[in-house]
């Protein structure tokens, strides 16, 4: 598997463009090369396997989709507890609504977890239809009021595990991710997409072994850190401060969003040397830390209720992530 906004203002930074420049590939590649060098023999979701039921579109607005109920199912028992056959048991319960092709992809996705390692007598939840739109099964709200200014805006819940990506208000798209592991969270605040890159080859990597990263969007200069695809766990959060996501995910989002401008770039990487003169898309980390699986539903005794991601009521509002931010609100509010 592969391992990997408009204000007119000046932001002015001021450090050596050549030392900038060394030290944001450095920032760029550390935390990539970290990523694809741990290997803590975790089971992954199978991207490939989740493709069609995440690009699963019958609507242009979220207006039109249809609103999605869950409940418990039990997985079958057997007489001999054979693990295989009451999976086998459990997806001929669903061959009316198109099978296990159909069915398991969107159970991986809800229940985290990899629908071949359930157990006779597991209770798991399902929705009341399958066959719906994707963001029919969204954590995040159809409709954000406090971005209807905003042309796009991103918001990555760290306590859902979930992302989220909503134009004039509206949600367009939303998927699951990693964010940082105990040892190094991935930070809260508001950010925006700097720089984007297709494909990147980490400096760091060993001569003989490419550490390859797809779809690489930054979101902290200095500190190296990025959305981009790569291989997701269903452990919950496990990347070095990044934030890891399906491809699907990767790809949609990099032609989705807008990078900054720079007046005077000097490098595609650094802004160093040059003048940010508008933002790019902006990019809200929020919810608390995890360290175990996300609970992406509150278990009730007679039903499950999926949980949403509570979004803050001003984008703006949000702290500021980083210098970038904290000198742009400053122009703002001159």
Not at 8 to 34: F, G, K, N, W
């Amino acid at each position: 598997m592969r391992h990997f906004l408009a204000l007119a203002a000046a932001v002015l930074l001021s450090i050596s463009p050549t030392s900038a420049q060394s030290a944001a590939e450095r920032a760029a590649d550390a935390l990539i090369s970290a990523d694809i060098s741990a290997d803590d023999g975790a089971s992954y979701f199978s991207q490939s396997w989740l493709t069609d039921t995440m690009e699963r579109r019958t609507a242009e607005s979220i207006r039109d989709v249809p609103r999605v109920f869950y409940q418990y199912y039990v997985v079958p028992t057997n007489e001999t507890n054979n693990s295989a056959l009451s999976r086998n048991m459990m997806y001929r319960d669903f061959n009316s609504v198109g099978g296990k092709d159909v069915v398991k992809p969107l159970l991986w996705i809800l229940n985290r977890q990899d629908i071949d390692t359930v157990m006779p007598g597991d209770t798991i939840v399902i929705p009341s239809e399958f066959s719906l739109d994707f963001r029919a099964y969204s954590p995040f709200p159809r409709f954000y009021p406090g971005a209807r200014g905003m042309d796009k805006v991103v918001i990555l819940d760290k306590n859902i595990q979930a992302w989220g990506a909503y134009a004039r208000g509206e949600l367009m798209r939303w998927g699951i991710i990693s964010t940082g592991a105990q040892s190094s969270r991935t930070p809260s605040g508001r950010f925006n997409i700097n720089w984007k890159q297709e494909y990147r080859v980490s400096t760091l990597s060993p001569a003989d072994d490419p550490w390859e990263m797809y779809w690489v969007m930054n979101i902290h200069e200095s500190r190296g850190i990025h959305l981009h695809q790569y291989a997701l766990p269903t452990s919950g959060p496990a990347s070095h401060g990044c934030i890891r996501m399906l491809e699907p995910d990767a790809m949609w989002l990099f032609g989705w969003s807008d990078t900054w401008t720079v007046q005077d770039q000097r490098d595609p990487i650094s802004s160093i040397g040059g003048r940010i003169t508008r933002q790019g898309t902006t990019v809200l980390v929020i919810g608390k830390d995890i360290s175990e699986p996300p609970e992406p539903f509150v278990f009730r005794h007679d039903y499950p209720v999926i949980r949403m991601v509570n979004l803050p009521p001003d984008p703006n509002q949000v702290p500021a992530g980083t210098p970038q931010q904290q000198q742009f609100d400053r122009q703002r509010s001159s």
